[in-house]
């Protein structure tokens, strides 16, 4: 009798082990199966995330070796008005591009020009219209300028056929913001304005006149200061518009962004 009573113990011994065996075996088993399901929940998840497309004139500047200025200077402002209606043309001519690309030694050289503006003032700043500006966008500004007649548009627009240094990412036209105020000095006449006041070259004769400040006069002054420190200079007929290079020198250096 007290043998198969300790039989009885001995056996029931082990079943309670299998059983607590095949419990845990079923706890892994299910913890395996949730760690699995929420896997291929985060993969679902994963590639479901929306990749910021880029816009295909962006890419179309990349692949051209083109650099965003602010990844060479983050300091320097942009208000890239080509990709709004507030221009001239009042057409938004850049679609989903929101950046503005230089060649990269421009954009270097557009940095050394922030740092020596924000030597004079810490509180101010270069503030970018516009850099690159591939010629198929020239092409469209040349069209719907085309009741204008030929002498007198490219005064307002450089013909897509001779390619312009904005064509290579050679040019930029910007102004100075004041970071305090948020507000832009005064030049005496606004961005792409077609009057001849914006005219550095008939500075004098308004000066003379009035209709040019000395404080307009003075601000000019310091945004073309700024920028020839760093390797650029004006334009006669627009205030905003800087070169880096001749467009001899930039055809030999680079292609045009088509």
């Known amino acids: 009798m007290r043998v198969f009573s300790l039989f009885c113990l001995v056996a029931l011994f082990f079943s309670c082990k299998q059983n607590q065996k095949e419990e845990s075996n079923n706890v892994a088993i299910d913890s395996i199966v949730q760690q699995n399901n929420e896997t291929s929940t985060l993969d ?7 990749v910021p497309k880029i816009d295909t004139l962006e890419q179309q500047i990349i692949d051209a070796g083109l650099i965003d200025i602010q990844s060479v200077d983050s300091t320097i402002k942009i208000d890239l008005r080509y990709t709004t209606k507030n ?21 270097e050289r557009l940095s050394k020009a922030q740092s020596s503006l924000k030597r004079k003032d ?30 007198e548009r490219i005064k307002f627009v450089s013909n897509p056929k001779n390619g312009s240094l904005h064509n290579y990412g050679c040019a930029v036209d910007l102004t100075i913001m004041n970071l305090k105020t948020g507000e832009v000095l005064d030049m005496g006449a606004g961005y792409d304005d077609l009057r001849k006041i914006a005219y550095p070259k008939h500075e004098a004769a308004f000066l003379e006149s009035g209709e040019l400040s000395k404080e307009q006069f003075k601000n000019r ?17 627009e205030w905003w518009h800087f070169n880096a290079f001749t467009r001899e020198k930039a055809k030999e250096l680079y292609d045009i962004v088509e």
């Open 44 to 50: 679902t998840i994963d590639s479901k995330k929306v």
């Open 221 to 237: 002054k310091l945004l073309r200061s700024a920028m020839k420190k760093g390797g650029f200079w004006v334009l006669s007929t």
């Open 87 to 107: 221009n001239f043309m009042k057409m938004d001519l850049y679609g989903g591009l929101n950046k503005i690309y230089l060649q990269k030694e421009v954009a």
């Open 122 to 151: 810490s509180n101010l700043t270069l503030l970018v219209y516009d850099g690159v500006r591939p010629r198929s966008v020239q092409q469209k500004m040349w069209d719907a300028l085309d009741t204008i007649p030929f002498n």
